[in-house]
């Protein structure tokens, strides 16, 4: 029992009987004997719980919830965006109907940005990677045949999280959707984007302002919306260690519950809807032991730290994608075993969603069967290899419970030395993240140079290759896409348009919260470069810090 947890741990059996037993009932569809396929029966979970928690109980190292995925499979959630709101919207329709389970959207870099389809920084990026948004119509678009009140929509956004949200509300008021019932996402976590990721708009305050606008927004309005999804993917594609990965986002997790505090809230008025989104590696048993060691801090960073009396605000509830950094563009094919590798340690590390990234994805966009594929490793996964039969199967081995312990401690350690940094927006503004990560980076790509470390296909065991097929975007969409934004201008109504814009700067400049005039600006066609541009009068742009 860890000495933090004044509680001492149920008995097995106690759990067995109690939190254990009745969540199992609520899953029928699982309700079947776990079974080997030579007929032995499966315990819902070996081992004990060591430091005091069995799953869905404090620290929550052994899973979040009692059942895990005895009770229901993670939620498979394919990441697609790209040509235009019409084209993307089909790869939509077809992943749900190939049985994924909910929606993913990744965004241009001009929409990530806050700039329109036209501007002049923007023009040569549309059409191609990512889906380009404007303003509700291309929402629209992009959702058509959706049912908003039955799918949960993770949305990869961050300096416009606030727009993309107001857009997915409109849409679903169109549609005669209570927007207490829309399930998802927005990324919204902008201090990565200053540390790993570069796709910022507004300066460090101004940003975190937005988001603990948007947060109390969803409180009133949204309750079941994922306010923050903080991430430990882009600081880990960037290049930083696992150790890394765990104490930069947890440290930035820190600071938006400290920033939403000093914005008024009560923590667990807002906690329970905080998730994280983490990489899942090449190093099976680190990424495993990582995602439990995730669990385990943060439940104590909430309940020792800032005094959340929720269970559900000590819950680490995280989305995982497999590592778009280590595909090759050598031997693609060799990319479907590194994803189906990352994927089990994402699935043995207890995540509640999961994305599987395409075989051909470092060469460009992933076809439709690559696609497919990915999300059939997936299924084969959750269906045929017994990984989801037993609750945190590889917890209780002494080498996953050491490295456990071990990463803890060394990410705490990390964390410790953000703390004397003033913490991580301070640490963020004078650029010792940034350093950290360039060093890790750069350690990295020397070893893979000089052998050290084995890339299969790249350093080692080259062939001769084939070029393989590339998916193409549709080169008509860039017209279509700025079509359709001249279309919106010229059919809106524009006073309204001005005068939803004005009321925004004005809540803007005297401290309001901008959700709501911001809805309205939405709802009034206004885009996103006309919406960031009146932000960025008041917010001004960030510039980043020298970090080499």
């Not at 070996?46 to 009770?71: L, N």
């Not at 995602?291 to 000590?314: L, N």
């Not at 089990?344 to 439709?368: F, K, V, Y």
Request: aromatic share 8%.
């Amino acid at each position: 029992m860890s000495p933090q947890d004044p509680h001492p741990p149920a008995s097995r059996e106690a759990w067995l009987n109690g939190p254990y037993a009745r969540a199992h009932k609520k899953h029928p569809e699982r309700q079947a004997a776990f079974r080997t396929p030579s007929g032995i029966e499966l315990e819902p979970i070996y081992g004990e719980a060591p430091d005091g928690g069995w799953p869905g109980e404090y620290p929550y190292t052994r899973g979040v919830q009692p059942t895990m995925y005895r009770g229901r499979f993670w939620t498979m959630r394919q990441y697609a965006g790209f040509s235009s709101a019409r084209q993307s919207n089909e790869r939509y329709h077809m992943l749900l109907e190939g049985g994924q389970t909910g929606l993913s959207v990744a965004f241009d870099l001009p929409t990530q940005l806050g700039y329109d389809s036209d501007d002049p920084l923007a023009i040569y990026e549309v059409g191609k990677v990512g889906v380009p948004i404007n303003s509700l119509a291309d929402v629209e678009r992009l959702f058509a045949g959706i049912p908003l009140g039955d799918v949960s929509t993770s949305m990869t956004i961050n300096a416009t999280a606030s727009f993309l949200l107001c857009a997915y509300v409109a849409l679903a008021k169109r549609g005669g959707i209570d927007p207490a019932r829309l399930r998802g996402t927005v990324q919204n976590d902008i201090l990565k984007e200053y540390a790993a990721r570069g796709n910022y708009r507004f300066g460090v305050k101004s940003s975190m302002r937005l988001v603990t606008d948007l947060i109390t927004f969803c409180r009133d309005h949204v309750p079941l919306w994922n306010t923050v999804s903080i991430s430990g993917y882009h600081i880990r594609e960037a290049g930083s260690t696992a150790v890394q990965e765990l104490a930069f986002t947890l440290a930035n997790g820190r600071a938006y519950v400290a920033a939403a505090q000093a914005a008024g809230l009560e923590v667990d008025e807002f906690a329970p809807r905080l998730s994280f989104f983490f990489n899942a590696h090449n190093h099976l048993f680190e990424e495993v032991a990582k995602f439990r060691a995730a669990r385990r801090m943060w439940a104590r960073i909430m309940r020792e730290e800032f005094g959340a009396k929720d269970p559900k605000s000590w819950m680490l509830r995280f989305h995982t994608q497999t590592a778009g950094s280590m595909l090759t563009s050598q031997q693609p094919e060799n990319n479907v075993v590194r994803v189906t590798v990352q994927a089990l340690a994402a699935i043995l590390g207890g995540t509640q969603s999961l994305h599987t990234n395409s075989r051909d994805e470092a060469l460009g966009l992933p076809t439709a069967d690559s696609a497919r594929l990915a999300l059939r490793t997936q299924q084969l996964l959750a269906q045929e290899s017994g990984v989801a039969d037993v609750i945190d199967p590889l917890g209780g081995a002494p080498y996953i419970e050491a490295l456990t312990d071990q990463l803890e401690a060394e990410a705490l350690a990390l964390m410790g030395q953000i703390d004397a940094r003033g913490g991580a927006v301070a640490a963020v503004e004078d650029g010792f993240v940034q350093r950290e990560i360039h060093r890790s980076a750069l350690e990295w790509q020397r070893d893979v140079e000089a052998g050290r470390r084995t890339i299969v296909g790249v350093n080692r065991y080259q062939v001769e290759e084939t070029p393989p097929t590339i998916f193409r975007p549709d080169p008509a969409a860039k017209q279509e896409v700025l079509d359709d934004l001249a279309q919106v201008r010229a059919e809106r109504d524009p006073a309204r348009v001005e005068g939803t814009l004005r009321a925004l700067g004005e809540a803007a400049r005297s401290g309001q919260n901008v959700m709501t005039p911001m809805l309205a600006a939405v709802e009034a066609y206004a885009t996103v470069g006309e919406v960031c541009k009146v932000l960025e009068e008041t917010f001004g742009k960030f510039h980043p810090p020298e970090v080499l």
